[in-house]
């Protein structure tokens, strides 16, 4: 029952969030694009282009794709349109390995999942839930094939229904060691938006 629960509620929670009603100015895409390519001396190939316009249109996403193959650039475009935005960030890997790469790849701040959901281990449960929600309209999660379906639940929890999700992994990664293949499964459903 935990597992089917969570999995019910994760299922829930990103199908509300998908429906929840966009309300991002209008910026002019193509400009940015061209500004981003310009400030860090790159060309986007036209997938990543098309990750940072898909971004405009829906609050969840998902990146993926093998090593090397742009998600790290990517991610920078998606947190400049989003900085330009003046919308507040979070970015967040289940290890601390994997939130230190993504610190050093980003030039940002990143957290383990447990830091971020601030964990307490004497009452064996996260601080941030629905009642004390996370202050952050964008949550980047980064290594997303590492997640098992109970971290998600607790995750989401604790995500407002106009926050942006943005789930970054690569199917053919290390899977969680706890229970769900979540990132083959959301990529599966075909319900959210995927930027290969």
Do not use: W
């Not at 910026?27 to 990750?51: M, V």
């Not at 316009?53 to 920078?76: A, C, F, N």
């Not at 790849?105 to 990143?110: D, E, F, L, S």
Request: one cysteine or more; aromatic letters at 4%; a neutral charge.
């Amino acid at each position: 029952p935990l597992y089917f629960n969570a999995e019910q509620e994760v299922s829930q929670k990103i199908i509300s969030l998908i429906r929840s009603p966009q309300q991002l100015s209008q910026i002019d895409i193509e400009q940015k694009i061209k500004e981003l390519e310009k400030k860090y001396k790159i060309y986007f190939a036209q997938e990543q282009k098309q990750a940072i316009k898909e971004v405009l249109l829906h609050r969840v996403l998902i990146l993926t794709g093998g090593p090397g193959t742009g998600k790290t650039t990517t991610t920078i475009g998606l947190i400049e349109l989003f900085e330009e935005l003046g919308l507040k960030i979070v970015l967040a890997a289940p290890t601390g390995r994997a939130a230190k790469k993504l610190s050093e790849a980003t030039g940002r701040t990143a957290k383990t999942i447990h830091r971020l959901l601030a964990y307490n281990p004497k009452e064996r449960c996260f601080t941030k839930n629905e009642q004390n929600p996370l202050r952050a309209e964008v949550v980047i999660l980064d290594e997303v094939s590492m997640i098992d379906i109970l971290l998600m639940h607790s995750l989401l929890k604790a995500v407002t229904e106009n926050t942006f999700l943005i789930l970054i992994g690569d199917i053919d990664q290390l899977p969680s060691v706890g229970p769900g293949n979540l990132l083959k499964d959301l990529i599966d459903s075909e319900v959210i938006p995927v930027i290969r």
